[in-house]
Nanobody, 128 residues
Framework: VQLQASGGGLVQVGDSLRLSCASS????????MGWFRQAPGKEREFVGA????????YYADSVKGRFAISRDNTKNTVYLQMNSLKPEDTAIYYC??????????????????????WGQGTLVTVSS
């Protein structure tokens, strides 16, 4: 399974941006999907994730209320809608998937080690 993230760019404070992550291969509806980000000089951190059913999602406190994840299983794509962007949101954003048949349909993986495959990342720069 391959993941391709896109949609990054240079935006101003307060702007919105939507990232996409397309999956090729496998059965997308079976995957829990997550977003992480890595700012310069920092470790990769959890942003948010959605269960494979799409009925559960969870966000880091730093983005809660501003970011939202959605998925379109017909397009094998997960999205990260980012609103009210701040300079501290500047980072490379990565999507990841987890594929475990034993998972509950509502399970939301939150740790990097929980994921099986990663996309290449897309850069988001928020300028003040």
């Amino acid at each position: 399974v391959q993941l391709q993230a896109s949609g990054g760019g240079l935006v101003q404070v307060g702007d919105s941006l939507r990232l996409s992550c397309a999956s090729s291969g496998g059965t997308f509806s079976r995957y829990s999907m997550g977003w992480f980000r890595q700012a310069p000089g920092k470790e990769r951190e959890f942003v948010g994730a959605m269960s494979r059913s799409g009925q559960s999602s969870y966000y880091a406190d730093s983005v809660k209320g501003r970011f939202a994840i959605s998925r379109d299983n017909t397009k094998n794509t997960v999205y990260l809608q980012m609103n009210s962007l701040k300079p501290e949101d500047t980072a490379i954003y990565y999507c990841a998937l987890r594929s475990r048949a034993s998972d509950s349909n509502y399970y939301i993986p939150k740790r990097k080690v929980d994921y099986d495959s990663w996309g290449q990342g897309t850069l988001v720069t928020v300028s003040s």
